[in-house]
């Protein structure tokens, strides 16, 4: 029987060893497998290898997982509880560097222990998207505050203009594209793209009519 350190990083820029080392220091659980992974816990995407840990767990096979914080495993609070209870109904415990009270609910008897559990991750998965969401919050107001709009800038006039000017005297989109160049903000030079020059010969129709 081999137990489980499982790390998670959504981002490039995180550094998985700190999050090992901080699990490894708490283990008093004999050999484990470490289980690294990149991706996100709170997006609903595949993530293979939370499969494969469940896997491991309803077989038996595993009877401690230890992560750095519980959001490791899901921010949706929700998820979080079904797994919580998904490991209860397979007798694996779940400890956590970040939050230690666990092990004092681990100790208590039935059924304290389960309803102490379902307080507190009812709890810890609130601040879990909470934080999620004022993060998300405070994005979009900075991008406000920047007076810069989402998406791509949109073409000038004159690159417009030239765009109408070609269409009216026959040239194809593909001849309009090679032809109609435009500068970006870093002053380099591009050709408008086909979709562009669709998209403002749609739009000038439309107008027209």
């Given at each position: 029987m081999v137990n489980k350190i499982l790390i998670r990083t959504s981002?490039?820029?995180?550094?998985p060893e700190n999050q090992l080392r901080d699990c490894l220091a708490i283990n008093t659980y004999g050999e484990v497998d470490v289980i690294k992974e990149q991706t996100s816990a709170w997006k609903d995407i595949l993530r293979p290898k939370m499969i494969k840990l469940k896997e491991d767990i309803s077989s038996g096979n595993v009877r401690h997982l230890i992560v750095w914080d519980l959001d490791r495993l899901f921010r949706n609070r929700n998820k979080l509880m079904a797994f919580f209870k998904y490991c209860k109904y397979y007798n694996c415990q779940i400890h956590s560097f970040r939050q230690r009270w666990l092990e004092e609910l681990n100790k208590m008897p039935s059924p304290f222990?389960?309803?102490?559990?379902?307080?507190?991750?009812?709890?810890?998965?609130?601040?879990?998207?909470?934080?999620?969401?004022?993060k998300s919050d405070r994005v979009k107001i900075a991008h406000k505050n920047s007076n810069k709009k989402w998406g791509r800038k949109?073409?000038?006039?004159?690159?417009?203009?030239?765009?109408?000017?070609?269409?009216?005297?026959g040239k194809s989109i593909r001849e309009i594209s090679s032809s109609v160049v435009y500068w970006d903000k870093s002053r380099n030079k591009h050709n408008i793209s086909k979709s562009a020059v669709h998209k403002i010969i749609k739009l000038n129709k439309r107008t027209v009519s």
């Amino acid at each position: 029987m081999v137990n489980k350190i499982l790390i998670r990083t959504s981002t490039e820029d995180q550094n998985p060893e700190n999050q090992l080392r901080d699990c490894l220091a708490i283990n008093t659980y004999g050999e484990v497998d470490v289980i690294k992974e990149q991706t996100s816990a709170w997006k609903d995407i595949l993530r293979p290898k939370m499969i494969k840990l469940k896997e491991d767990i309803s077989s038996g096979n595993v009877r401690h997982l230890i992560v750095w914080d519980l959001d490791r495993l899901f921010r949706n609070r929700n998820k979080l509880m079904a797994f919580f209870k998904y490991c209860k109904y397979y007798n694996c415990q779940i400890h956590s560097f970040r939050q230690r009270w666990l092990e004092e609910l681990n100790k208590m008897p039935s059924p304290f222990d389960e309803i102490m559990h379902n307080l507190m991750l009812q709890f810890i998965g609130w601040m879990a998207e909470e934080e999620s969401r004022l993060k998300s919050d405070r994005v979009k107001i900075a991008h406000k505050n920047s007076n810069k709009k989402w998406g791509r800038k949109p073409l000038n006039k004159i690159v417009e203009k030239k765009v109408l000017d070609l269409h009216r005297q026959g040239k194809s989109i593909r001849e309009i594209s090679s032809s109609v160049v435009y500068w970006d903000k870093s002053r380099n030079k591009h050709n408008i793209s086909k979709s562009a020059v669709h998209k403002i010969i749609k739009l000038n129709k439309r107008t027209v009519s």
